[in-house]
């Protein structure tokens, strides 16, 4: 790569890793990525056949192929999901994630979930 394993990137590099352990932001994506698991699985869905992922990155595995209008219906309520497929959302917050965008994730999803269906 143009930039790797010279000392400014490798500087730079520490600097990020540094922060991220000085943050506990690998604890927070733990944490926060159960509680988002746990959010998705109380929704008690027909729509969703399942919630997979480690962390902050979530799969959900729909029942039918609507992931599409699914993500169409998310993004214009303002909520960012991808559809990888037809019967797949993928979630993946940032590391800060907290309680106040875990509740904005789950109104703004069950509203897109009505709508996309």
Avoid: M, W, Y
């Amino acid at each position: 790569s143009t930039f790797g394993g010279n000392p400014l990137a490798t500087a730079a590099g520490n600097a990020v890793l540094q922060e991220i352990e000085r943050a506990g932001l690998i604890q927070n994506a733990v944490t926060r990525g159960a509680q988002l698991r746990e959010i998705i699985a109380a929704l008690r869905s027909p729509l969703i056949a399942e919630v997979r992922g480690q962390g902050l990155l979530i799969g959900i595995g729909l029942t039918t192929p609507v992931a599409h209008a699914l993500a169409d219906a998310a993004l214009e309520l303002g909520l960012i999901v991808n559809a990888p497929n037809e019967s797949s959302i993928r979630i993946a917050p940032p590391l800060i994630v907290g309680d106040a965008e875990l509740a904005e994730f789950r109104e703004l999803f069950t509203k897109a979930r009505e709508a996309g269906q």
